[in-house]
Nanobody
């Protein structure tokens, strides 16, 4: 069974940084585009960032461009989300997801992790 396990969430002050990790097992990692999504209380889940299997193509939500960076280490089957300049509105549960396609799109992902909480205090 495919597993995606997120870690690295926590409480941080506005302006601070966090790095989320998502370790993936039981799939051919380089065949999958990887994405990060988030869901704030009372809101729908939204796309944050995505990356193709060989890291050639990235895709970011406008709200995080210039602040967040997605990357992956294919030797470790792990995808990362470096979050800098955090704002209170970034508070959400963050999920990683895997998509068996080349393009790192904003939707249509096949597997999901359980999520990690990020809380940004003002």
């Amino acid at each position: 069974q495919v597993q995606l396990v997120e870690s690295g969430g926590g409480l941080v002050q506005a302006g601070g940084s966090l790095r989320l990790s998502c370790e993936v097992s039981r799939l051919t990692f380089t065949s999958y585009a990887m994405g990060w999504f988030r869901q704030a209380p009372g809101k729908e889940r939204e796309f944050v960032a995505a990356l193709s299997g060989r890291s050639y193509i990235t895709n970011y939500a406008d709200s995080v461009k210039g602040r967040f960076t997605i990357s992956r280490d294919n030797a470790k089957n792990t995808v990362y989300l470096q979050m800098n300049g955090l704002k209170p509105e970034d508070t959400a549960v963050y999920y990683c997801a895997a998509r068996l396609r080349v393009l790192p799109t904003k939707s249509e992902y096949d597997y999901w992790g359980q999520g990690t909480q990020v809380t940004v205090s003002s």
